[in-house]
């Protein structure tokens, strides 16, 4: 094996320090092309599980409510259910819609880092070509 993964790069535990900062800066780069779609994504992925945080809230409102000494309050058990479907049905959607856009973006950053792969191949001499295996 020789210390390589399968397709020939080295493992991530033997990537060091210095190596994962400059993929991580070319990366930074490759996003920022989009990053009004990246702040927007980071946005609805907060939104979505700050959502998702308050469902619980509201579930216990609603327990308490039932539980009320003076007997159960049905107005404010359906007020709470009817906002945690609603809390729950809206976070669902933002981090399907997040998911969605995620995808949209990484193509996006695949198709650049491609094309820019093939430019440069543009540029090769031809002997380089045929002198270099390929893979």
């Known amino acids: 094996m020789g210390g390589r993964g399968k397709a020939g790069s080295v493992p ?5 320090r210095k190596r ?6 070319r990366m ?16 609805m992925m907060l ?9 619980p809230r509201l579930s216990g409102r609603a327990i308490d409510a039932i539980s009320r000494v003076g007997g159960v309050d049905f ?4 007020i ?13 959607i933002l981090a399907y819609l997040t998911a969605v856009l995620m995808v949209h ?9 491609r094309r820019e792969v093939f430019d440069h191949l543009l540029t090769l001499p ?5 002198t270099h295996a390929t893979g």
């Open 75 to 78: 107005d404010s058990v359906f």
């Open 47 to 55: 939104t979505s599980n700050v959502l998702a945080l308050v469902g």
């Open 12 to 16: 991530a535990e033997k990537m060091d």
């Open 20 to 25: 994962r900062v400059r993929v991580l800066r």
């Open 105 to 113: 973006i990484s193509q996006k950053v695949i198709y650049a880092m």
């Open 28 to 43: 930074y780069k490759y996003l920022m092309h989009h990053g009004w779609l990246v702040s927007l994504a980071i946005v």
């Open 126 to 130: 031809v002997n380089y070509v045929d």
């Open 80 to 92: 709470y259910t009817a906002g945690m479907a609603v809390v729950y049905i809206v976070s669902a």
